[in-house]
């Protein structure tokens, strides 16, 4: 790869599987998914401003815990630096005795100034609680969640052998891997480059592979349908799906990890990110809702008024039409289902052309996602309310406590590590894609569900008739659920432009592949 020149696109499809050793000396970027200038705004989220989290909390080392060494290699701490170069600056101590003392005591005085005589109480009691969460937590990971080595996760990672049956054989096994040696241009670049990997990617990928016992790759990846939207040119018209993710992709997907009401579910976040970008293209084909997880029988509703409609209507008259149903028996709404409108209502873009079930000759491939996407799933996380009061509200607060409480000794250590473990999951995808296009091919999954098929919602009762009005959404009564939930009143707007602009607050399932490591995870859970 040295001297090798390496272009960034936005979206897209992948090029051939040859290699070219020449590439363009002036680098270009361009995006498959059109922006939304004006006709709404992107949200911003307060997250995107903040510094880089493996630095925050090489910072809370430095200044308050006396004696712990963070991150930094032995020369860096000598000359008292942070990884990214950045001379340490403060001291040690906590409350008055940092040297952040002064800011954050003016934001507080001005936040009690505007807060009414009644509610002094309950504000006065919100740093003693937010102590005593982080204490608690802290606790908890030093005794429960240990930090995760090398050896843990390369144990994480899928075997191939699992793989093997009479559709994915050992002989095409071979053939895949003989197509990247050790020298694949591909191959080299996802093991080796750094290019544009910031502290937040390390510390989004640390923080998810130790609490939440899957590897990012498994929210975002070729098993949930998802990819990351950005590609790659590795040689001439080779476009590949790159493994470096940006700021504030990194900073969002790890908010929607560690502090999201889906908790410690990561099947049910992959599938509010599907629907968040099924909504940003139009889509009228049948999102795959069937590996939630969670039983919740709304998801096979929606999939059913999909099929019905067959393309005939949006995604928000989808759901419309799907709550209507629902709630004509008398149950109420799950908070998943609120979760799907806020999409619809801040994320859908009637403008971009529909994209429709007879126009997909081929496997419709995964859903290209951005940082939109996430930010997004942010703001309507944050208005799912009961009584008016967000009910996530504290996902901020769980985000930084989280952040504090965990070790900064977690692997991967370096490029080294990392690379091992992305290009196994870079050919676990592979062999993901390639066994689910054998299965098409040889009949193993029906034309009309070939999405859905692997999601694990084949098979499964679905009783919807030909007349809304008349038809009772489900063959059986729907879990126990929170029905006072709703989503606030707001228009979730936000400015349009680049997938890392950003967003306003104001404004395994059965996957025809054999691996279930979204199933079994092996990480904890601090919900």
Known sequence: MEGRVLRLRKGGVTGSEAASSSAPANPRKRKTRSTRKGRKKRPRLDIDDTEDEEEQEQEVDAEEVEGDEGEDDEDERIVERFSSGRAKKGKKGQGQNSVHWDKHKRIILNGLNKTPGSLLDAASRGPGKLNRNAVSTKKWFDEKCPPVTMEMLLGRLPDPQQEIDDVWTQAREAELLSRYPEDHPYRVYVETSEENLTTNYWSMYRKICRVRGVFPEDIIGERTMLR??????????????????????????????????????????????????????????????????????????????????????????????????????????????????????????????????EEEREDPGPYQVNADDLGYLIVVFGKVADAGHPVNYDMDDR?????????????????????????????????????????????????????????????????????????????????????????????????????????????????????????????????
Request: proline share 5%.
């Open 228 to 357: 990351y939207g950005e590609e790659v040119e590795i040689g001439r018209r080779d476009w590949r799906p790159t493994p470096n993710w940006t700021k504030n992709f990194c900073k969002r997907l790890e908010k929607l990890a560690i502090s999201s009401p889906c908790n410690d579910n990561m099947n049910l976040l992959a599938l509010f990110i599907r629907y968040a970008v099924a909504c940003q293209v139009n889509d009228r084909r049948v999102v795959p809702l069937g590996d939630s997880k969670t039983g919740q029988m709304f998801f096979e509703l929606m999939t059913a008024v999909m099929k019905e409609a067959r393309g005939s209507k949006s995604l928000p008259e989808i759901g419309e039409d799907a709550r209507s149903r629902w709630t004509s028996k008398g149950w109420k709404l799950p908070w998943e289902a609120r979760v799907l409108q806020g999409l619809e209502e801040i994320a859908y873009d009637g403008e971009a052309p529909a994209i429709e079930e």
């Open 399 to 527: 985000q930084s406590v989280v952040s504090y409480a965990r070790s900064s000794k977690d692997a991967p250590s370096d490029i080294g590590e990392l690379g091992k473990l992305r290009w196994a999951l870079v050919l676990s995808g592979m062999r993901f894609q390639e066994k689910r296009r054998l299965l098409r091919q040889q009949g193993g999954l029906r034309e009309e569900s070939v999405v859905d098929a692997h999601l694990g919602l084949v098979g499964r009762a679905i009783a919807i008739r030909q007349e809304p009005n008349e038809a009772n959404p489900v063959s059986e009564p729907p879990l126990e659920s929170d029905g006072s939930q709703a989503i606030d009143d707001g228009d979730g707007d936000g400015d349009d432009s680049d997938d890392d602009d950003d967003i306003d607050d104001d404004g395994e399932d059965d996957n025809g592949g054999g691996d279930n490591r979204l199933g079994e995870r092996k990480g904890c859970n601090i919900s």
